[in-house]
């Protein structure tokens, strides 16, 4: 069950269910089929604006980067 206190997330790769802390954008195995490149893009435009335009541009490309 969900709810405004929860402090993880349903990881967004392909088939998983796995929860992971809301400041982390998947599970460890989902998180390293992305490229190093689009990870570090990711974090990149987390620091420089979190929930921004190029923050969510490269969270989509790291989701679309993983496997089931």
């Known amino acids: ?3 405004p206190a929860d402090t993880s ?12 802390p809301v400041d982390m ?3 460890k195995r989902h ?12 974090w990149r435009t987390y620091r420089q604006q979190a929930g921004g335009p ?4 490269a969270m989509a490309q790291a989701i679309r980067e993983m496997r089931t």
């Open 54 to 57: 190029a923050h969510m541009a």
């Open 25 to 27: 954008l998947a599970c």
């Open 31 to 42: 998180w390293y089929q992305v490229t190093a490149g689009t990870r570090a893009r990711v």
């Open 1 to 3: 069950m969900t709810g």
């Open 9 to 20: 997330h349903e990881c967004p790769g392909p088939g998983c269910k796995a929860r992971v």
